[in-house]
């Protein structure tokens, strides 16, 4: 019988956490990551399933993931240890059909449950698998040091961190076109923050936690890896040109306009200075 940890999906979430951990994103508990799992997967894992424990209360209602299982890592878990004990610091959670409650059924083997900032995970989880018929599948919490060191300078707005990360490099409006979202400070593992964030992802994949971290979203770990990594190079580019006595030059607004255009990409013209 295969193991769970063996299959490609669960192989990649690790590689995720593992990545993760090597760029400084994760120190102590910091950061989690969830992956909303396909019919296939679930059944390819199903004799692996435990049913005994009970149901808990999720803190929110997602009741559009009915039924649904996330691969999810655990409340106070380290990245760090994910890779060599996968079934210590993970687990599949299986939700209820009204999307209240969740179960573990696979995973924190010595006991505990998914992630604090599991209410923020579904509540985008549902958002962006209604907008995406689907698509989406992974949402990615992490502690990029440029991302938070920029959150003490820029105004916490939208449009002001969006263009300047759209500067930083000229990739960067082509990888986030629709921009970036901002959520002021606020305390974080609850139900306020989840529905705030969640506003932001019916409009960006990409939401900046003001001084704590970043949430990302994709269609798979590899796309939604890559937005965390093009974020955080954008802000340490920032901070350096910061660092320099700010800018002398830069991307003229055309400049934007003109790669939209060439690379057809649906640039938010908000976020333009036209
Ligand atoms: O999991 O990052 O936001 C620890 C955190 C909470
Ligand atoms: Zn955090």
């Not at 907008?131 to 920029?150: C, D, E, S």
């Not at 606020?186 to 994949?205: F, N």
Request: a negative charge; proline letters at 5%; aromatic letters at 10%.
């Amino acid at each position: 019988m295969t193991k769970v940890t063996d299959l490609p999906f669960v192989q990649s979430f690790i590689e995720v956490c593992e990545e993760g951990y090597r760029k400084g994103w994760h120190e102590r508990n910091g950061g989690n990551l969830s992956y909303r799992m396909t019919a296939e997967e679930v059944a390819s894992v199903q004799a692996e399933l435990n049913e005994e424990q009970s149901w808990q209360p999720i803190g929110t209602e997602v009741p559009k993931l009915g039924g649904e299982y996330f691969l999810v890592t655990g409340s106070g878990k380290y990245m760090r240890n994910v890779k060599k004990d996968p079934e210590n610091n993970i687990c599949i959670a299986k939700l209820d059909e009204p999307g209240e409650n969740f179960k573990v059924v696979w995973g924190l083997k010595s006991g505990g449950r998914p992630t604090s900032e599991f209410p923020t995970h579904l509540m985008n989880h549902e958002i962006k698998k209604e907008l995406t018929q689907g698509k989406f599948r992974v949402i990615y919490h992490a502690h990029p040091a440029n991302v938070i060191a920029l959150t003490f300078v820029l105004p916490l707005e939208d449009k002001a961190f969006t263009h300047e990360i759209w500067e930083m490099a000229t990739e960067n409006p082509v990888i986030i076109p629709r921009g970036i979202g901002v959520v002021p400070w606020m305390v974080p593992g609850g139900r306020e923050i989840a529905v705030a964030t969640s506003k932001l992802m019916h409009q960006y994949d990409v939401a900046i936690w003001a001084h704590h971290g970043v949430f990302c979203s994709g269609a798979d770990f590899d796309e939604t890896f890559a937005l965390m990594e093009t974020l955080e190079k954008g802000a340490e580019i920032c901070v350096k040109v910061h660092s320099m006595e700010g800018k002398r030059q830069t991307i003229p607004e055309q400049g934007f306009i003109d790669l939209a255009r060439d690379f057809k990409i649906d640039l938010n013209q908000d976020f333009l200075n036209l």
